[in-house]
Antibody, heavy 117, light 108 residues
Framework: EVQLLESGGGLVLPGGSLTLSCSASGFTFGNFAMNWVRQAPGKGLEWVSSIGSHYGSPYYGDSVRGRFTISRDNSKDMLYLQMSSLTVEDTAVYYC??????????WGQGTLVTVSS | EIVLTQSPATLSLSPGERATLSCRASQSVSGSLTWFQQKPGQAPRLLIYDTSTRATGIPARFSGSGSGTDFTLSISSLEPEDFAVYYCQHRSSWPRVTFGPGTKVDIK
């Protein structure tokens, strides 16, 4: 069974930084691309970033490009999202999700990031 | 950039009734459409991919159809656990993903 467990969320000041982690199990992590998707309180879903499988080419949504960095450690089955220059608009639940045959498939339970002074 | 519009925003139905949810793209989509279900306080769950293929474990009462700019998620007979928010999603080129705003199916 695929399991994804995000961690690292919390309260951060505007302009601050935070790194999210996603621990994967139940599948061969290195064989699959991965995604971060976020959801602001009471709002819909927004794609944030993706990373390829073996060679890990990163991709970003327009709203986070230049501020967020996605990475992965296939030896540890871990996915990361380094976030900097955070603004109140980045407040959201952040989900990691697998990419299977070109579509987003399994999701973690999410971790809440709150940017507030 | 393709924009997805979902209608209605809210659908009020009773258990046992049929639900028909619409997802319209701003231009014809060459790729396929994906549908997710999200219940309060939970992560989204994959329902349908490639427009009409049910994900593993998804009951047969859920079906997807459509092409071009118009897509539909149908729930043949609503069960109590089906009351939730449903999102459509399109990926025109990997990995950029576009989500619709969602349709809430609530109990009438």
């Amino acid at each position: 069974e695929v399991q994804l467990l995000e961690s690292g969320g919390g309260l951060v000041l505007p302009g601050g930084s935070l790194t999210l982690s996603c621990s994967a199990s139940g599948f061969t992590f290195g064989n699959f691309a991965m995604n971060w998707v976020r959801q602001a309180p009471g709002k819909g879903l927004e794609w944030v970033s993706s990373i390829g499988s073996h060679y890990g080419s990163p991709y970003y949504g327009d709203s986070v490009r230049g501020r967020f960095t996605i990475s992965r450690d296939n030896s540890k089955d871990m996915l990361y999202l380094q976030m900097s220059s955070l603004t109140v608009e980045d407040t959201a639940v952040y989900y990691c999700a697998t990419d299977v045959a070109g579509h987003i498939s399994d999701w973690g339970q999410g971790t809440l990031v709150t940017v507030s002074s | 950039e393709i924009v997805l519009t979902q209608s209605p925003a809210t659908l009020s139905l009773s258990p046992g009734e049929r639900a028909t949810l619409s997802c319209r793209a701003s231009q014809s989509v060459s790729g396929s459409l994906t549908w997710f279900q999200q219940k309060p306080g939970q992560a989204p769950r994959l329902l349908i991919y490639d427009t009409s293929t049910r994900a593993t474990g998804i009951p047969a009462r859920f079906s997807g159809s459509g092409s071009g700019t118009d897509f539909t998620l149908s729930i043949s007979s609503l069960e109590p656990e089906d009351f939730a928010v449903y999102y459509c999603q399109h990926r025109s080129s990997w990995p950029r993903v576009t989500f619709g705003p969602g349709t809430k199916v609530d109990i009438k």
